[in-house]
């Protein structure tokens, strides 16, 4: 019986070392796939903070307005970079978060010819696009141009593009629709 006990410790010693395994990385699996929606909380949250275009237009400070959506994954990945600058330049520029997603926004959409998502527009003192960049941006990138704006000189990284997403200008479920479950305040 003692070898048989022995055996079977053995066994139940593996058995549960294999679930402990199997366990942490489903643990690890989980928080990995819950980082897309706290990323995209983060963007949500950064629309709710953000300062409002008619605010930003008319307050003579310099203002970087960002074209989003809540789905686009380059938004999202961008949203940590995003919430830094504003900590750092909050000051001194206004941070304009426009959903593209709202018809509300269609104009503006219109306006500064938004093809792919993220759209960043930069604005002067006075409320006129001077540069505008398109896709994600290594956050160094959006330092120099911030800091060229502040300072108002020509931005060294103005008008470039990285990756975007698509996003369709005609959507046969969403036009025409006044219960829009995708329209937000922003």
């Known amino acids: 019986m003692s070898e048989n006990t022995s055996s079977s410790f053995g066994v139940n010693r593996l058995r549960n070392f294999v679930i402990g395994i199997v366990a942490i990385a489903l643990s690890l699996t989980l928080v990995l796939g819950l980082q897309t929606s706290v ?14 275009l008619e605010v930003a237009l008319n307050n003579g400070k310099p203002t970087l307005m960002e074209f989003y959506a809540n789905w686009c994954t380059s ?9 830094t600058l504003k900590q750092e330049y909050g000051n001194d520029v206004n941070f304009v978060m426009l959903n593209v997603d709202n018809t509300k926004w269609l104009p503006e959409v219109l306006n500064y010819q938004v093809d792919g998502i993220p759209h960043f527009v930069f604005l002067d003192n006075g409320g006129s696009a001077i540069a505008s960049t398109i896709g994600e941006q290594p956050l160094s990138i959006f330092e120099q141009n911030l800091t060229a704006l502040v300072s108002n000189n020509p931005l060294p ?13 005609s959507n046969p479920a969403v036009d025409g629709n006044q219960d829009n479950p995708r329209d937000h305040s922003n």
């Open 75 to 83: 938004c999202q990945a961008m949203a940590g970079d995003m919430a």
């Open 157 to 169: 990284y103005a008008n470039s593009q990285g990756v975007t997403s698509q996003i369709e200008t």
């Open 39 to 52: 990323n995209s909380e983060s963007l949500e949250a950064q629309a709710q903070g953000a300062t409002p």
